[in-house]
């Protein structure tokens, strides 16, 4: 019995400290300025607010992550980004397996809700609402873009079957 | 190690787990590097 025992602490020790790290990235990350790699973050506060005409989104091409805010629930979390046809598109993949449902929580939120979103782009906030894209001629731009600029292999089937939804980060009306 | 014993080893370990998390430079980014390179690998 006694080194049953021994195991079983020290693979009681061994969940223990992942749980603990984890838990505590969670909770220190919840209210702050924006996201870390993978915990979800607060409101996006710092930065300047952009107002006027729409930029000229090719920037984006040059940007890795952006940070993205919902407006409710407010929590932000770093997303790639895609220009194309002078629209900004961001992607939320493996929306069909458990990991994702579990991972990608902000991308049902937008879904679901009124999309109205923050997004910070190189230190400059701008307010957008997500649109999800199902089935645009766009979409294939879109899936041009995200293989050049990070490698990831994407086709209208998979937007079309719902594996990897695809939001516009539309202007706000008014 | 007698349960009394074991459960104060893990209320120390989750102690320091946290303290290194918030305060030692570069665990949190680590921490989060190695979990997303898990999902990277296993979100099928």
């Known amino acids: 019995m006694k080194p049953l025992r021994i195991v079983l602490q020290v693979l009681g020790l061994a969940v223990l400290v992942p ?3 984890l838990a ?6 919840r209210n702050a300025d924006g996201p870390s ?9 710092s930065g300047p607010l952009h107002t006027g005409p729409e ?3 090719s920037f984006t091409d040059q940007v890795g992550t952006v940070e993205l805010q919902l407006t409710d629930p407010v929590s932000s979390r770093r997303v790639w980004i895609m220009a194309a046809d002078g629209r900004i598109f961001v992607p939320s993949g493996y929306m069909t397996s458990l990991l994702g449902r579990l991972w990608k929580h902000w991308a049902f939120q937008a879904d679901q809700g009124d999309g109205l ?3 910070r782009i190189d230190g400059t906030r701008y307010p957008r609402r997500l649109v999800r894209i199902h089935n645009d001629p766009v979409l294939d731009a879109i899936a041009a873009k995200m293989a050049h600029k990070y490698g990831a292999p994407l086709t209208r089937a998979d937007v079309e079957a719902g594996n990897t939804w695809i939001f516009e980060l539309a202007p706000r009306e008014g | 190690m007698s349960m009394r014993s074991y459960l104060v080893l893990c209320l120390a370990v989750s102690a320091a787990v946290c303290l290194a998390v918030l305060f030692v430079p570069g665990v949190s980014e680590t921490v989060e590097r190695l979990v997303l390179g898990f999902l990277s690998r296993n979100a099928r």
């Open chain 1, 24 to 29: 505590t990235l969670r909770i220190e990350h």
């Open chain 1, 37 to 45: 790699i993978l915990f979800p973050g607060g409101a996006l506060v």
């Open chain 1, 117 to 119: 979103a923050v997004v």
């Open chain 1, 55 to 57: 930029p000229d989104w």
């Open chain 1, 19 to 21: 749980v603990v790290a």
